[in-house]
Nanobody
Framework: QVQLVESGGGLVQAGGSMRLSCAAS????????MGWYRQVPGKQRELVAI???????NYAEPVKGRFTISRDNTKNTVNLQMNSLKPEDTAVYFC???????????WGQGTQVTVSS
């Protein structure tokens, strides 16, 4: 069982920056793929960024060049640095973890990010 707790959401003006953090439980954090998804009302949850156990990253097209995902395996945390924020980045952001053998997906409770124009 993996528990994920997000922090760092809130209100920011367009063009500003915000950093989200996610603390994960578990003794084998370094073996989890980690990531961030987001969701707005009435729409499906969508990928924002993923960081694999190898450290390789993958970003959704709308956030490339503006967002950076990182992980600290010594602190069991994954972070999302969001720069040049736009009103369309407004969403609830969810931390995500995938364990392997067996493959299980875990989700945090979500944190609201609101970007005002």
């Amino acid at each position: 069982q993996v528990q994920l707790v997000e922090s760092g959401g809130g209100l920011v003006q367009a063009g500003g920056s915000m950093r989200l953090s996610c603390a994960a439980s578990g003794r084998t954090f370094s073996s989890y793929d980690m990531g961030w998804y987001r969701q707005v009302p009435g729409k499906q949850r969508e990928l924002v960024a993923i960081i694999a156990t190898t450290g390789s990253t993958n970003y959704a097209e709308p956030v490339k060049g503006r967002f950076t995902i990182s992980r600290d395996n010594t602190k069991n945390t994954v972070n999302l640095q969001m720069n040049s924020l736009k009103p369309e980045d407004t969403a609830v952001y969810f931390c995500y973890a995938r364990t392997f053998r067996p493959t299980i997906d875990y989700w945090g409770q979500g944190t609201q990010v609101t970007v005002s124009s």
